[in-house]
């Protein structure tokens, strides 16, 4: 429910502090007073357009702030939840509207788009009047509110489920679909691609394998000049192991007098004939470490060579080639069983489309007995309303090409006011008033289900008389038992039913100052006058008091 307006510099409201009960509350006044200028302002407040003519003149800003009470598992709180918006025990919408036409949202002192607002505001407020284009008369609204009504959950569910069973079915098939056409536009490339691949046969890490071993075949080849100085140095025509074996020889034939003096020598010759010896094996050690067929650095280069102009032709690091030729080899087997795959796709969505024309036709029948229902519940409303001659008509257009979340009906309220005239639109039949009182009844009919908590009505009840007025008052009495329900309204038989009566009145601050709206709340004493004055007009007589005791009597028993 809503529990408090408060009003800052909005056109003629200076300040305004408004606390509002359950049930029905009236708003009377003379014209002119400022009825209109605060239903602006709630507006305003609840995500309505923003307009710099509302604020009051010679202020930089105008503000509404209204304060909402709401269960826990209330629609606008989920919206918050979902917007990462504090959801507190109490919701209150801001709004500040800057002179220079500049406005700000604001939710629970959270700074929010004014889409936000709206869209919340939408879950908690509804706003009728006599020439209102929101809220029952848009079109949009009226399949839920059908659907609300009849209470046939199930099958909503079930045409929801197969709707999107459809729709991924749908995809799927669209996918596939543009596989197999990709594929056979580059068939001929990519058999070029895939016979070019299996050929090279790429592996991941090769390249790295054969980049080392070229380094390692580089460097053997640099190496063997080496090798081939110290085989000249050991083993050429001036190398010292002859000359130093024939010394050696020659030492040891000596005789055994001079043999001993020589000695020293014949062990260091004989030590250097082995240490040369010994570099011989370490250098045909090498050698045979050496030892490689020269045409293989030719053949590692011709390799490596080979898979990087691969991966540059593809646009990739040589250990994805793989990946290139698995991509190419899959558009082939796509175009070779993409065809039976396609068809198996397309033959589970024309099975998954049946079961949703099945799902959505039990919806339209039970949608076609509900708008039965409907129109009879609100027809019954209308002889009161002097409406008796009118009908309510939920027109029903069934397209079974389309497919929804909510089935293939298209639902719109059609009224027809007098016999022998056309049925159509509400917004287009039906006048002023007519619209009013048939919002009014269909509002009565929903009050349970589903209905907003709170409904303002703006002067339903104008250009109607005493009876009709009486009507008005009941049903909006009804409403009241199940929503919060505010009404502007002329009529004494609506404000002799209302549980709170609100003044709207407007007054001068000061002497030859600026004229300001002001509301109060009424006793039944003021309120009694209130309702004596709207029977009376301007001068309130004592025939009128009595006729608004009789009336606010007549009401409360």
Known sequence: ?????????????????????????????????????????????????????????????????????????????????????????????????????RT??????QPVSAGLLKSVGALLVEVHGQHD????????????????????????????EASSMLTAAEKAVDAQRLRVEKAARDEDYARHIVEELTALKPEPGEETTLSERRQWLMGLEKAAGEVADAEEILNGNNAPGPSLALLLRRITRKPEGEAALFAPMAEALDAALVALDTANEALDAIRREMAFDPRELEQVEERLF????????????????????????????ALESGGELLAKLEAERAATHAAYIEAARA???????????????????????????ARFIVDQQVDELRVASSGFDQIAFHVQTNPGTTAGPMMKVASGGELSRFLLALKVVLADKGSVPVLVFD?????????????????????ARVVQVLTVTH?????????????IEKQAVEEGAFMRTHVRPLDDFARS??????????????????AAKRLMSEVAG
């Open 133 to 160: 284009d929101r809220a029952l008369v848009d079109t949009a609204t009226h399949r839920a509110l059908l659907d609300s009504f009849g209470g046939y959950d199930a099958e909503l569910k079930a045409v929801g």
């Open 104 to 109: 700000r949202a604001f939710i629970n002192d």
């Open 529 to 546: 006058e209130e309702v004596a004055r709207m029977l009376a007009g301007a001068r309130i007589t004592e025939e009128a008091r009595a």
């Open 306 to 333: 080979a898979l990087r102009a691969a991966a540059r032709k593809h646009q990739v690091e040589c250990d994805e080639l793989p990946d290139v030729l698995a991509r190419y080899a899959a558009e082939i087997e």
């Open 363 to 389: 919806l339209s029948a039970v949608r076609a007995r509900a708008a039965k229902a409907l129109g009879k519940a609100v027809e019954a409303e209308l002889p009161d309303l002097k409406l008796g001659a």
């Open 491 to 503: 009529a004494p038989q609506v404000a002799a039913r209302a549980a709170t009566h609100l003044l």
């Open 1 to 101: 429910m809503l529990s408090a307006l408060s009003v800052r510099n909005i056109v003629l409201i200076d300040q305004l502090d408004l606390a509002f009960e359950r049930g029905m509350t009236v708003l009377t006044g003379e014209t002119g007073a400022g009825k209109s200028i605060l239903l602006d302002a709630l507006t305003l407040a609840l995500g309505g357009r923003g307009d710099a003519a509302l604020v009051r003149e010679g202020a930089e800003s105008g503000q509404v702030v209204a304060v909402l009470h709401l269960p826990e598992d209330h629609p606008a709180r989920i919206l918050l939840r979902q917007n990462e918006v504090s959801d507190d025990a109490e919701i209150i919408l801001r709004r500040v509207q800057h002179a220079d036409g």
């Open 459 to 479: 002067e339903i009840d104008t250009g109607v008389g005493g009876a009709v007025a009486d009507a008005i008052g009941k049903r909006l009495a009804r409403l």
